[in-house]
């Protein structure tokens, strides 16, 4: 689960991270207010959306006069935003965050992610700040260093001393970015964080650090024990269908192909779009409907699939082990029936309960096609697709 940059500073704030001071608006006529709360003479104006490159996209706009922020603030607020992330669609900024502004003596990089190879947290830290950092580490690696935390002693001096000769921080500042580092780590903890990228994290004309953007991502799985982060959820920000999905315990991600996938297991999912790939299609999602799936959940993931304008096929792959192959051809046909099936649909069954599933869409009055191997179901639905559905 993503949040916005302002709930990430007032987490950080919490844990004694230096931000910078704030207001939030999602209406004009407080603009002046929270501008003046914050004195100037110098404000940035920042779109809030969960979504990086703002800046490119016109999301965030440097003020040195009230005017100036009432205006930015106009022209950003309602603005559908589009960078890098948010696709060509862009995203509606539905909230603006007013922050003072900031001497910049320098711009750095400071990251903390669950690492999956090492089992660990690894920080990921370089002196080039305020970029893409995949560009960084393609152009000058060595200027990044990634740094796994052992999780049972946490940050070490060594590591502090690592990260002070890499950001360039001179002796007196050693003992701060001890503070903050220390301090990042027990957040990202405590609320159960998968990312936490702080970027440009600054070293302000004073020589202090401070956290001038903000981005944190949270563990789905482990939001059960943390409500306060839940009740961080923007549901404006997520697609419909996705949080549509996630009411039924659906694993499902919007893509941007348009073949429609059902499949029962990440792994099986992940290899059926692969090989939709493989044969010149392009999947339009991620849907794992999971390997105990009642007769509702079925229905519903295939209402959500074709629900969505962009898909001009389904492909169903299912294995039958607990889901059995029959549930899965009677939601089909119900759903199909219901919805008076306008595109391709492929089916391909194996396991428990596979001839009655057969059957069922034997008897089935819809245009169904079957296909007895994975190889095969993805050839057909790629074909048929761009025929145009004939």
């Not at 709930?7 to 991270?17: D, G, I, P, R």
């Not at 979504?51 to 922020?69: C, N, P």
């Not at 320098?106 to 950092?133: K, P, Q, W």
Request: proline share 3%.
């Amino acid at each position: 689960m993503n949040i916005h940059e302002y709930q990430a500073k007032e987490l950080l704030a919490a844990y004694n991270v230096p931000t910078l001071k704030n207001g939030v608006i999602q209406n004009l006529d407080d603009v002046e207010s929270v501008a003046n709360k914050l004195g100037g003479p110098v404000w940035v104006v920042k779109a809030q959306i969960h979504a990086g490159g703002r800046g490119q996209g016109g999301g965030v706009k440097l003020a040195r006069s009230l005017d100036e922020v009432k205006q930015h603030t106009k022209d950003i607020l309602g603005m559908t935003l589009v960078t890098h992330q948010t696709g060509p669609k862009g995203q509606k900024v539905q909230t603006v965050m007013i922050e003072q502004g900031c001497e910049i003596a320098r711009e750095l990089y400071f990251s903390m992610l669950v690492d999956r190879d090492r089992h660990c947290i690894t920080i990921i830290a370089s002196s080039e700040g305020g970029m893409d950092i995949e560009e960084v580490a393609e152009n000058t690696p060595d200027k990044v260093i990634k740094i796994p935390i052992d999780p049972i002693t946490g940050p070490k001096g060594f590591h502090i001393l690592k990260l002070t000769d890499t950001l360039g921080i001179s002796k007196d500042g050693h003992k701060e970015l001890k503070a903050f580092v220390c301090n990042c780590y027990q957040l990202f903890i405590d609320k159960d964080a998968s990312l936490l990228e702080i970027n440009p994290l600054v070293v302000n004309k004073a020589g202090n650090l401070v956290a001038l953007d903000a981005k944190m991502s949270f563990d789905d799985n482990a939001l059960y024990r943390q409500p306060e982060i839940l009740a961080l959820r923007d549901l404006a920000e997520e697609d419909p269908a996705e949080i549509k999905a996630s009411e039924f315990g659906l694993s499902y991600v919007k893509l941007d192909g348009n073949i429609g996938c059902m499949v029962n297991g990440a792994g099986l999912a992940m290899a059926t779009m692969d090989i939709i790939k493989y044969h010149g299609g392009s999947p339009a999602n991620f849907l794992d409907v999971g390997g105990g799936a009642t007769f509702e959940v079925v229905n519903e993931a295939f209402k959500i699939i074709l629900a969505d304008k962009d898909v001009k096929g389904v492909l169903v792959n299912i294995f039958g082990g607990i889901m059995k192959c029959d549930i899965i051809a009677e939601a089909i046909v119900a759903v199909g029936s219901q919805m008076d099936l306008t595109v391709p649909v492929v089916v391909r069954l194996e396991g428990t309960n596979v001839e009655q599933g057969k059957e069922i869409l034997k008897k089935s009055s819809l245009p169904l096609l079957t296909a007895d191997s994975l190889d095969d179901a993805a050839k057909k639905i790629v074909q048929t697709v761009q025929k145009g559905g004939q």
